[in-house]
Structures are given as C-alpha cells and as structure tokens.
C-alpha cells in the first residue's frame, strides 16, 4: 500500500532507486569500456580531421614546390625543419600533413562506401538463406562457396588491371568481394532466431515475409551487423591501402595514404619517415575501427546487459 502511495504521489519507491533505468545500464557499460571510448575518441577525431580537411590543413595537397622538397618533421633536426610544414614535405615538396589530412578522406570514404555495397549484399543473401532454408539455403551457399575459393587480393588485382583503376572501381569491386563474412553471420543469426515466439506470432498474426525480415529478424540481428560492418570497414581500408601501393588503386596525384606509402618506398632507407607517416595512419585508423566495433560487441552482448 505505501508503494501505491508512493507512485500516485509521483515519489520512486526504493526498488525504482536501487534499480537502475535500462538508459542508465547502457551508458554505465558504455563508458565502462575502454577500448570502445578510445577508438570512438580516435576514430571521431580521424572523422573531423578529413570532414574538415579544407579549414584545417596548412596548405593544398597537390601544391608542388621543389624547392621545398623532403623538409624533414619537426621532431628532426636541420637547418630545413620549420613548423610551417610540422610533418615536413615529400620528393615533390608538398606538404605531407595536408595530404595526411586529405588522406583520411579517402580512406574513410572508400572503406564506408565498399562496406555499404558489400552489406547490403551479404546482409540480404545471408538473412534470406537463413530465414527460409532449404533450397534459398543451398542456392546462398553454392555462391558464397564460390565467393570464398577466390583469393580477394588477387581477383582485385585481376580485375582493376584490365578495367583500369579509379576511385569508383575500387570501391565497386571491394564491395562485390568482401560480402562473404556478411552473408555467414547474417545467415547464422537469423537461423537463431527464426523460430522464437516473436516471429512466430507475427507469422501467426499474418504478417508478411518483408515485414517480419524488416521488423522483426533485422532490428533482432542489428548488433552483429554492426560488428561485421566495423570489421569490413577495417578489411577495405586495408585492401585499398594494399592495392594502391601496387599502383592499381587510387591514381596520383590523390593523396591516398596507401600511394603516399608506395610513393617513399625509394626512401626507405635515407627518410623512413615518409612511409612511417602514413604507415602509422594507415594501423591507428583500422586499429580504431576494430576497437569500436569489438566494444559494440561487448556493450550490446546479452550476457553483458545485466
């Protein structure tokens, strides 16, 4: 009875007090996980720096000076260092924090953009195969058998050599190639839940097929579509970085982080660090990617929502 008193009152009794909101859990194992608030930090803070590449960088990314040519970082010494140019300039004197800057831009959007299209594809065919079964079932794993007896790096290669490379080609074939871990977990996750009492009841309910894939398995599976999508995010960054380093992804003069590497490799022994630059880019943008993906995972675990 007090407690009914309480709550017309509009008072918490003692159990809302000790008990924590769902809110308040969430943003308890949020802030709880270390690695997820670093590469969240990390990762925004790469994010801001190509959003704003333009207002930030100290100079135009393919503004070419000779004179100024292999100005070594500022933590070197020599009569060259200046802080107008704080990570120094390449063999073409440009301005080598700039086109870090510019750099990130790239990446970011060729790993965003080929972790879309191979979502969307690995997404439909593994849901699809693992919400009906039987022949669907098959048909989905003859092609990701296919899918997975093709070494990835060197049908990309293959291909971007007799298309031709471009900004557009390879984000289209990276995504045409790395679905693969899409389409297993997707399938898997909904094989799980297909037969639980919520989609039974919507089929009982006489929903239809899309509306309970949309309503009911996607927002069921969304936590490890996030994961894989961090994950893929991370594959695709790192194929760029690989093929352009190859000279069959971005084309110069872009300032691709993965072409700024191959562009120093002649270097490597007299300025180490113009592949250094970029080399480190390249391992703290996936090492971000990863860490947010794997505190996703933690946060949104069942085991871990208590």
């Known amino acids: 009875m007090a407690n009914v008193s309480l709550a017309r009152a509009g008072i918490p009794t003692a159990?809302?007090?000790l008990e924590p909101s769902p809110g308040a859990m969430l943003r308890r194992r949020i802030f709880g996980n270390i690695g997820l608030l670093f590469g969240a930090v990390v990762l925004l803070t790469i994010v801001f720096m190509a959003l704003f590449a333009g207002v930030i960088s100290p100079g135009d990314p393919y503004d070419q000076v000779l004179s100024r040519k292999l100005i070594p970082p500022i933590w070197h010494d020599g009569p060259k260092v200046t802080w107008e140019h704080p990570l120094g300039t390449d063999a073409l004197g440009r301005d080598y924090l700039t086109r870090l800057f510019y750099g990130a831009r790239?990446?970011?959007?060729?790993?965003?953009?080929?972790?879309?299209?191979?979502g969307v594809i690995g997404t439909t065919l593994g849901v699809l195969a693992g919400y009906f079964g039987g022949r669907v079932d098959m048909v989905?794993?003859?092609?990701?058998?296919?899918?997975?007896?093709?070494p990835v790096v060197l049908v990309a290669l293959a291909v971007v050599s007799l298309?031709?490379?471009?900004?557009?080609?390879?984000?289209?074939?990276?995504?045409?190639?790395?679905?693969?871990?899409?389409?297993?977990?997707?399938?898997?996750?909904?094989?799980?839940?297909?037969?639980?009492?919520?989609?039974?009841?919507?089929?009982?309910?006489?929903?239809?097929?899309p509306r309970i894939i949309l309503s009911e398995i996607i927002p069921n599976i969304a936590n490890h579509l996030i994961v894989v999508a961090t994950l893929e995010m991370a594959h695709a960054i790192l194929l760029e970085a690989a093929l352009s380093f190859l000279g069959l992804g971005v084309q110069p003069p872009e300032p691709s982080w993965g072409l700024m590497v191959a562009e120093a490799k002649g270097l490597i022994f007299f300025d180490?660090?113009?592949?250094?630059?970029?080399?480190?880019?390249?391992?703290?943008?996936v090492l971000s990617i990863n860490l947010v993906g794997d505190g996703i995972r933690d946060v949104t675990a069942p085991e871990n929502r208590n």
């Open 106 to 118: 790239i990446s970011l959007f060729i790993g965003f953009a080929a972790m879309l299209i191979s």
């Open 272 to 285: 180490s660090w113009l592949i250094g630059i970029p080399g480190a880019a390249i391992f703290i943008l």
């Open 140 to 150: 989905v794993n003859f092609i990701l058998t296919t899918r997975l007896s093709l």
């Open 163 to 209: 298309i031709g490379s471009s900004l557009t080609v390879v984000i289209w074939v990276l995504g045409l190639l790395i679905w693969d871990r899409f389409a297993v977990v997707m399938r898997s996750a909904t094989q799980q839940i297909r037969n639980l009492e919520f989609v039974s009841a919507a089929q009982a309910l006489g929903c239809s097929t």
């Open 15 to 17: 159990e809302e007090i």
